[in-house]
């Protein structure tokens, strides 16, 4: 089945760093998706991408959709102690309806 | 606009009972979904229903779990009986039709002992 490669695992950094991550796939999805997971909440839509190539971004935040269409990244910009969380890609592909799948989650530490 | 409502918010349960959660979608959204995550892994689709009607439900262990959104609005999911690696946070989401934009409900976290 389809599955979604997430990396890092987890990361520990200074605040003010750049933070990279990202998601492949040996399937071509139509959307990927980046959620924020903060402990006893559910995921937190931050940023949708729909064509390949698109570029976009959502303040401190940037993700690329792949040119193959089989992965994609997020960037996260000057970091402070508030980014701390689990963040996941999905990505979505129409079959009988959008289906997604989630990665396993990359685990920030921000430390002040 | 409120958000995603789910209940319970924690349920514990000895192995081989049974349990519900529920789910309040967003007002409007057509689609909904319930996830399993099981600690320290992403979220994994249970069902997926588009008003009343089951589009996904290849992963749902028929043997024990069951799901149902009667009208076409809340729905309930049921884990009977259960087993100890059950234990997960179970997400409730919804997404307008044909939107892949999912909002998520704040779970319920299920322990079973």
């Known amino acids: 089945g389809q599955q979604l490669n997430q990396s890092p695992q987890s990361m520990f950094i200074q605040e003010g760093e750049d933070v990279s991550m990202n998601c492949t796939s040996s399937s071509i999805f139509n959307t990927w998706l980046w959620y924020k997971q903060e402990p006893g909440e559910g995921p937190v839509l931050l940023i949708a991408?729909?064509?390949?190539?698109e570029l976009t971004s959502n303040g401190r935040l940037t993700a690329q959709f792949g040119i193959t269409r089989k992965d994609s990244f997020l960037n996260i910009s000057a970091s402070i102690p508030s980014d701390v969380g689990i963040y996941f890609c999905a990505g979505a592909s129409f079959g009988g309806g959008f289906k997604t799948i989630f990665g396993a989650g990359t685990r920030l530490f921000v430390k002040a | 606009e409120a958000g995603v409502a789910q209940s319970p918010r924690y349920k514990i349960i000895e192995k081989r009972q049974s349990v519900a959660f529920w789910c309040n979608p967003i007002?409007?959204?057509?689609?909904l979904y319930w996830y399993q995550q099981i600690l320290g892994q992403g979220p994994k689709l249970l069902i997926q229903f588009q008003n009343n009607g089951v589009v996904d439900d290849s992963q749902l262990p028929k043997d024990r779990f069951s799901a149902e959104r009667l009208k076409g609005v809340d729905s309930t999911l049921k884990i009977q009986p259960a087993k100890l690696e059950d234990s997960a946070v179970y997400l409730c989401?919804?997404?307008?039709?044909?939107?892949?934009?999912?909002?998520f409900g704040p779970g319920t976290r299920l322990t079973v002992t």
């Open positions: 991408l729909y064509k390949a190539g």
């Open positions: 007002s409007g959204h057509a689609t």
């Open positions: 989401a919804s997404s307008l039709e044909g939107m892949q934009q999912q909002y």
